[in-house]
C-alpha cells in the first residue's frame, strides 16, 4: 500500500510562480524524502528531512515536515520551464523495515514559460 | 561516476516470453533495490538486496518473477513467462551507507509485453 500520498495530481502554474507540493503519510517515519522524476527518466533524490526536523532549505526548496499531522510539504520558489517534472515524496519507515523507501504517486508539476 | 546503469532501456516481447533485465549498481554501493511503476499503483518495491542477499522479496508480485543478485556489480530481474499486465517501467536503485538515505535510481527498463 501506498504511505505517502501527494497533493495535488498535477499542478500547472507559469514561471516565476511559487509551487507548493504536499505529502501525507499514515505510519512513523525515520525521515520523509523528495524525488524528482523528469518524462522518461530515473528518479533523482531532491531533499531529506529527518523526523526530528521541521524544515529544511537548499537552494530554491523548501521543505517542511509536521509529525503531528503526519504531512509535509515541498516548496519551490520562482519556478522555471526546467522544473517541469513529477514530483515524489518517499518515506522511510522506523524500525525493522528502515531500509525500505515507500513512494507516493507523485506530483506532475508544469511550469509554463 | 557511472550511476546505476541498466539493460536494456526498452524492451518490446510476445506473451509468454521470458524477459531478462540487468542491473549494475554503483561501485560500492551494497544496497540494491528493484522498483516497478506504473500509472496505476506508481512505484513499488518488488525486492531488496544488502551484501548480494536478498532480504525482502516481498514485493515480487508471483513466482513468474526473479531476482538474483551473483555478485556486488550485477543483478537480473527476470519474468518467466511475461504477460501483458506486466508492461511497466523497472527501475534498479542503489544505496551505500555512506550516501545515507539516498538512493540512486537507474533510468529504467521499460518493457511492453504485447
Known amino acids: 500500500s501506498q504511505q505517502g500520498e501527494e497533493d495535488p495530481q498535477a499542478l500547472s502554474i507559469q514561471e516565476g510562480e511559487n509551487a507548493t507540493m504536499n505529502c501525507s503519510y499514515k505510519?512513523?517515519?525515520?525521515?520523509l524524502q523528495w524525488y524528482r522524476q523528469n518524462s522518461g527518466r530515473g528518479l533523482v533524490h531532491l531533499i531529506l528531512?529527518?523526523?526530528?526536523?521541521r524544515e529544511k532549505h537548499s537552494g530554491r526548496l523548501r521543505v517542511t515536515l509536521d509529525t503531528s499531522k503526519k504531512s509535509s510539504s515541498l516548496l519551490i520558489t520562482a519556478s522555471r520551464a526546467a522544473d517541469t517534472a513529477s514530483y515524489f515524496c518517499?518515506?522511510?519507515?522506523?524500525?525493522?523495515?528502515?531500509?525500505?523507501?515507500?513512494f507516493g504517486k507523485g506530483t506532475l508539476l508544469t511550469v509554463n514559460p | 561516476d557511472a550511476g546505476v546503469i541498466q539493460s536494456p532501456r526498452h524492451e518490446v516481447t510476445e506473451m509468454g516470453q521470458e524477459v531478462t533485465l540487468r542491473c549494475k549498481p554503483i561501485?560500492?554501493?551494497?544496497?540494491l533495490f528493484w522498483y516497478r511503476q506504473t500509472m496505476m499503483r506508481g512505484l513499488e518495491l518488488l525486492i531488496y538486496?544488502?551484501?548480494?542477499?536478498?532480504?525482502?522479496d516481498s514485493g515480487m508480485p508471483e513466482d513468474r518473477f526473479s531476482a538474483k543478485m551473483p555478485n556486488a556489480s550485477f543483478s537480473t530481474l527476470k519474468i518467466q513467462p511475461s504477460e501483458p499486465r506486466d508492461s511497466a517501467v523497472y527501475f534498479c536503485?542503489?544505496?551505500?551507507?555512506?550516501?545515507?538515505?539516498?538512493?540512486?535510481f537507474g533510468e529504467g527498463s521499460w518493457l511492453t509485453v504485447v
Open positions: 538486496f544488502n551484501n548480494n542477499v536478498p532480504i525482502d
Open positions: 528531512i529527518r523526523s526530528n526536523e
Open positions: 536503485a542503489s544505496k551505500s551507507p555512506s550516501s545515507g538515505n539516498t538512493i540512486y
Open positions: 561501485s560500492g554501493h551494497n544496497s
Open positions: 505510519t512513523s517515519i525515520n525521515n
Open positions: 518517499a518515506t522511510e519507515g522506523s524500525g525493522g523495515s528502515n531500509y525500505k523507501l515507500t
